[in-house]
């Protein structure tokens, strides 16, 4: 097959028309009137929208995930001398933003099948000084909710959900934002959905949660006939042209998903036959996966060269940009100096040595992922002969 490049892309879901002219739109609208981006008439309106899509109450909109998490630290207490339970296969502020509060982070083992954290290894690493339980909805397929949401009951701990991955995604055929306490939605770049580089939302059916988080995503701003500041807060607003484009965002995210979906089973059956690739469980058209990564391992007991020696090849030699999401938590400089290892969780440590991700984005054609397939092919082909 002819040698061609399919580069990992930095745009995970779909610019289009409609979303220039929610752009153009609020630029004009502001040099008609003579005024500013604050006060944000398209921030309620794009929360409003956005807890619909996600089945829950309520809806804040941040300014990314990441200060989603954050807020809702804050919001239930977290402090130093609590113990918050996440997994190690997650990117890294699911778990640093527990530091951030002086806690303690306990990493517990992930699903063998579906990589989300495992509950059961949950219940085993809950102790008195455990006050909340990130699962993060991995690649866009759900946690176990049913069962964590009887640790919820069992324990009393809050259930804090990362759902970064997981806009439109459901949990037996239910949408997911009004699980837990606290759901915490992306729509950084790669996302399947995209706020103009950043953003995010906070999800949740508690009116008194939902309350205080309006007011401490805005310095802690409490809005009436006078304006008053009530708790300390900081500024994590969405602006008023990203809400606006969160809006066309989300009219087509479940399509974006349907495309994920499709070219997804599509790789998959063209590798079902490569002994040496581990392949997800199978997509069904009605499982709830929102699709946002495809996760691949390289079966490390049957070859003899490791994973990076793979990914360096299907770039270098192929031009396939295949990356990793992610290295385990235990990795990052921070927790490394911690002492954290992989040794208390040996299903996440395995799955971290395998796992990769390829270029599957909505755009991607069905040429480039025959080809990404054949790459894979020749190059475990290739380093097989020269680890003879």
Known sequence: MEKRTVPWLRLGGLYEEDDLEAVTEILNAQIRESAGFFRLPEEPNFERAFAEHEGAKYASAVNSCGSALDLCLTLLGIREGDEVITTPLTFVASASCVLTKGAKVVLADIDPESYCLDPEDVERKVTSRTKAVIPVHLAGLPADIDAFEKIREKYVVHIVYDAAHAVSAKYKGKKIGNAGDLSCYSFHSAKNMCTLGEGGAITTDNKEYHQKLQSLKSFGFVYGEKD?????????????????????????????????????????????????????????????????????????????????????????????????????????????????TGKDTPVAARVCRELFNPPVFPKTSEEDLSYIAWAIKEAISKLRKQHI
């Open 228 to 340: 008053e500041v009530v708790i300390p807060g900081f500024n994590y607003r969405m602006t008023k042209v990203q809400s606006a484009v969160g809006l066309t965002q989300l009219k087509k995210v479940d399509r974006v998903v349907r495309l994920r979906r499709e070219k997804m089973r599509y790789l998959n059956v063209l590798l079902e036959e490569v002994e040496e690739i581990i392949l997800p469980k199978p997509l069904s058209t009605d499982d709830g996966h929102a699709c946002h990564l495809d996760m691949l391992r390289l079966d490390e007991g049957k070859v003899s060269f490791s994973r990076d020696e793979f990914l360096e090849c299907l770039k270098k030699d192929y031009g396939v940009g295949a990356t990793i999401h992610y290295p385990p938590i235990w990795e990052w400089r921070i927790f490394e100096e911690r002492g954290y």
